[in-house]
């Protein structure tokens, strides 16, 4: 299978905590995108980090790139309940892109 | 700026019966794909447009699944006849092709529409 892999599966934090989900990858990129879904809604793009490209900032969110590693992570900082949500990275290479299996985040309140 | 349109949301059939999804992309942008989600899964690709060419359909299950796109913009994905298997949700999403050649920019996705096969 092309999709990468994502973990944790699942993570349940307090709100106020700060939450990292990592993602790995097979093949050659273009960038690495992080894409968030509400349950039972569509995907929402989050950030895009390209392969030259190290580390990304966007609000609360903080993206890393490793591509000697082929893997990335969102650090999502000060989480609140809203950020309850299934977290998915997408790998951009050629026409194409791919997405992970997903995190599952429950935010406490 | 109006999103990526779907409709059904929402669609119960029998086994062995035919569906047809419908997808109106955003305005300008060249490409267009179809994704498959099962429950607790992400999704994948089953066919990606660009204009009303077909870039990959390498995981479309031909004998049942066909897409078209119409004058490269609204787009359908059909399924018939049915398998229990095929329930899950189906996902439109569209892109706008950058320069050379490259496609991997940001996907806006629709809400979706959720089969159920029974």
């Known amino acids: 299978s092309q999709q990468g892999e994502e973990d944790p599966q699942a993570l349940s934090i307090q709100e106020g905590e700060n939450a990292t989900m990592n993602c790995s990858y097979k093949?050659?990129?273009?960038?690495l995108q992080w894409y968030r879904q509400n349950s039972g809604r569509g995907l929402v793009h989050l950030i895009l980090i390209r392969s030259n490209e190290r580390e990304k900032h966007s609000g609360r969110l903080r993206v890393t790139l490793d591509t000697s590693k082929k893997s990335s992570s969102l650090l999502i900082t000060a989480s609140r309940a809203a950020d309850t949500a299934s977290y998915f990275c997408?790998?951009?290479?050629?026409?194409?892109?791919?997405f992970g299996a997903g995190t599952r985040l429950f935010v406490k309140a | 700026e109006a999103g990526v349109a779907q409709s059904p949301r929402y669609k119960i059939i029998e086994k062995r019966q035919s569906v047809a999804f419908w997808c109106n992309p955003i305005?300008?942008?060249?490409?267009l794909y179809w994704y498959q989600q099962i429950l607790g899964q992400g999704p994948k690709l089953l066919i990606q447009f660009q204009n009303n060419g077909v870039v990959d359909d390498s995981q479309l299950p031909k004998d049942r699944f066909s897409a078209e796109r119409l004058k490269g913009v609204d787009s359908t994905l059909k399924i018939q006849p049915a398998k229990l298997e095929d329930s899950a949700v189906y996902l439109c999403?569209?892109?706008?092709?950058?320069?050379?050649?490259?496609?991997?920019?940001?996907?806006?996705f629709g809400e979706g529409s959720r089969l159920t096969v029974l």
């Open positions: 999403a569209s892109s706008f092709l950058r320069g050379g050649g490259s496609n991997t920019g940001e996907l806006f």
């Open positions: 093949t050659s990129i273009n960038n």
């Open positions: 305005s300008g942008h060249a490409t």
């Open positions: 997408a790998n951009g290479a050629g026409f194409k892109t791919i």
